[in-house]
């Protein structure tokens, strides 16, 4: 399926589904997490009538003055590709497990950059630490997804060291062995966010067969909700309809 869409085609496809949607299919392909970005709380809304925001991930790297690697002089925010989810994110060494999800105070993005990169056409953001201007955000319509948000500006703790890199970002480990996984945000992913979150779905050869399971999933799950509306038991449904997939 997705050999035949454009890129503009997919987003306008994902859009009419939920991220809870997209990893319902990302769980029947094997990818435990579903492709789940965790602790990201929306700050603000689109006012499209889509049911979900997705773009392709254009990534930003921030990393503390003292990091050996050379500051990126140029704007980030102007070269933001139509279409696009801005994801803002910061070297593992300042992360964290819980919240606040890491060490750095400094908002990493304002109401400004939303201004532009909505002028550019870009169809969200994610910041995988603070923001602040709410309002402004809000006053846009343009949806923005955070850690939490802040006062001050990033200029004075941390540097752009990197746009359209992969981000790592450490997310909690259920094996006791392990501290922490780490999950990778690629340039290119596909972003898909609402009020549920956010979730990455690569663009490899595993996307067509995604594609193609997500409304067979919508539907017979509609079908669910009904059989249990009128009395049968969620599992005899459930059980009943999935298998038709």
């Known amino acids: ?38 602790n990201l ?15 392709k991930a254009y990534t930003v790297l921030y990393a503390p003055k003292s990091d050996p690697r050379p500051e990126i002089k140029v704007s980030y925010i102007d070269q933001v590709p139509e279409g ?3 994801v803002i994110g910061l070297p593992l060494s300042v992360q964290l497990i819980s ?8 908002a990493m993005y304002g109401g400004l950059m939303s201004t532009r990169a909505q002028y550019l056409k870009a169809n969200g953001s994610v910041v995988l630490g603070r923001i602040r201007d709410l309002d402004e955000h809000q006053e846009l319509s343009y949806p923005v997804w955070s850690y ?3 006062t001050s500006a ?16 450490k997310v909690s480990s259920i094996e006791d062995s392990k501290e922490y996984d780490i999950l990778t945000i690629n340039p290119g992913d596909y972003i898909i966010g609402d009020k549920n979150g956010i979730v990455k779905l690569e663009d490899n050869e595993k996307l067509s067969e995604v594609l193609e399971y997500i409304p067979k999933r919508v539907e017979a799950d509609t079908n669910v909700s009904k059989d249990i509306k009128l009395g049968k038991p969620a599992k005899e449904a459930q059980t009943y309809w999935r298998s038709k997939i």
Do not use: W
Not at 41 to 55: F, L, M, Y
Not at 99 to 106: G, I, Q
């Open 1 to 38: 399926m997705s050999n035949k869409l454009t890129s503009k085609e997919i987003y306008t496809f994902l859009s009419k589904f939920t991220p809870c949607d997209v990893s319902d299919a990302l769980n029947k392909i094997g990818i435990k997490n579903g492709g789940f970005i965790p």
């Open 41 to 55: 709380v929306q700050r603000s809304h689109s006012s499209s009538s889509a049911t979900s925001s997705v773009g």
């Open 84 to 86: 696009s989810f801005v």
């Open 99 to 106: 919240a606040p999800y890491t060490k750095v105070n400094n």
């Open 148 to 150: 939490g948000v802040g």
């Open 154 to 169: 990033p200029g004075p703790l941390l540097k752009l060291v990197g746009i359209n890199v992969p981000l790592e970002v």
